[in-house]
């Protein structure tokens, strides 16, 4: 078995295993698909196997499109995610990275190999581009990036239709600042980048109900605007009815509707598949994530400032999935950390915490208000910001008359928070 099999396989919170290569050769194929083979043996019933494929519209039967035995690994695997990106490449032509065409004759090959309830339709969150006039190009530039690029610097946006995909051509001067993305700098020129926008994976999502596969998977998370949600969510739900709500929320739990309200909104998700988990309690890299994508809302008006003299670095967030939500929130000062350069993003946090995220988001400073909690002194840390909330309405307590300030919060109760949080700002 080659090392760069072994090499592939991440486990993800003990929930299962995903399968991810890349640059396998085909006598890699039979190897390849032993081995999740004896994953599925060695793992329990409960757990999942998915397994990532390369793309292959074109019907390859040589390389690296063709080193991946769809059928074969289809037998094992609960579902096969078909990487449907990567059209154009670093270092190839000039073009989109996933034209409608490449994923609709991607997403055929695979339902002529596996049954359509194990396929997953894998969309990018990136773009690429390329600098006019050179030979080579093709880097990757994240969705969030882009919005950026196109806010700061003169451009010309073109959707292709037959394609179904957005090019903007962009001019970055001289005397401007340059722009930088991934660890790179652009230098002065004219840029052709070709990426996603909300109505090109609006065409791929459609895909789904077109093909009545299993869902969408991407490339990658944290890559992507949080407006994209929103429109996954939208596109995904047009057709279905009330049952794709998550299962463990029932329509009389107390939660339902706020749960119902922002999951639309595109601001929180499901926990485990389709189960939002309403009783567990919210972790701090959650809180951030819910919050960046409030800040990032174009339909609400924060006036929040952005400090650019704030470079905070955690320590423990390098690799976490929520590092970009919280070193925004932190260079917004909404969020802070702790001692010794330490985040800790997976630790649950606290109803006075959040209080006092949610009152520095909305910039409440001092407080006219009494406190009528039972367990609320003017000495606690976070009184002001307990007040303030209460006062608006955007925070409650308990029937006993306590607010319980350093219990951890739940997912249902942070929903409920963030849905009187838009009431109020809306």
């Not at 196109?150 to 010309?156: D, M």
């Not at 939500?325 to 909404?334: D, G, M």
């Not at 109803?351 to 208000?369: C, D, Q, S, Y």
């Amino acid at each position: 078995m080659s090392t760069q099999i072994a090499d592939a396989i991440r486990t993800h919170n003990l929930d299962g295993v995903n399968v991810d290569i890349e640059n396998v050769t085909a006598p890699d194929r039979e190897n390849y698909t032993k081995l999740v083979r004896l994953l599925r043996e060695k793992l329990p019933n409960d757990k999942s196997i998915v397994v990532s494929v390369a793309a292959n519209p074109y019907g390859f039967t040589e390389g690296w499109h063709a080193s991946y035995d769809y059928t074969a690994l289809a037998k094992y695997a609960d579902y096969i995610m078909i990487m449907a990106y990567d059209e154009s490449y670093e270092g190839g032509p000039v073009g989109p990275v996933a034209s409608i065409g490449f994923v609709e004759e991607s997403l055929k090959y695979a339902l002529e190999k596996i049954s359509k309830d194990k396929v997953v339709l894998g969309i990018p969150f990136y773009g690429r581009y390329w600098k006019v006039g050179e030979s080579s190009g093709g880097k990757a530039v994240s969705l969030k990036q882009m919005s950026e690029i196109l806010e700061k610097y003169e451009n010309k946006v073109a959707y292709d239709n037959a394609k179904e995909s957005p090019m903007a051509r962009v001019i970055i001067k001289e005397s401007e600042q340059k722009p930088k993305i991934n660890g790179g700098t652009l230098i002065a020129g004219t840029y052709e980048f070709w990426y996603e926008n909300e109505e090109s994976l609006k065409t791929k999502i459609e895909l789904v109900e077109k093909y009545d596969i299993k869902g969408i998977g991407s490339w990658k998370l944290g890559l992507e605007e949080s407006r994209i949600w929103g429109i996954i969510g939208n596109t995904l739900a047009e057709d279905n009815d009330e049952s794709s709500f998550f299962k463990d929320v029932a329509e009389g739990h107390w939660a339902y509707q706020p749960i119902k309200n922002i999951k639309e909104k595109g601001l929180i998700y499901g926990k485990y598949d389709d189960c939002f988990a309403p009783e567990e309690f919210l972790t701090r890299g959650e809180l951030a994530t819910i919050v960046a994508r409030i800040v990032e809302d174009e339909n609400i008006n924060l006036n929040v400032n952005y400090n650019n003299s704030i470079n905070k670095k955690y320590e423990d967030i390098a690799q976490h999935w929520a590092k970009e939500s919280i070193e925004k929130l932190t260079f917004y000062e909404i969020v802070e950390g702790y001692e010794n350069n330490m985040f800790k993003p997976d630790d649950n946090i606290s109803r006075a915490e959040v209080a006092k995220i949610i009152n520095k988001l909305l910039g409440m400073n001092g407080t006219t208000g009494v406190c009528n909690y039972i367990d609320v002194s003017k000495s606690h840390w976070s009184y002001e910001n307990i007040v303030n909330l209460s006062d608006y309405g955007l925070i409650n307590g308990y029937e006993d008359g306590s607010f319980r300030p350093d219990s951890y919060i739940t997912r249902a109760e942070m929903a409920q928070i963030i849905n009187e949080l838009y009431k109020y700002l809306e």
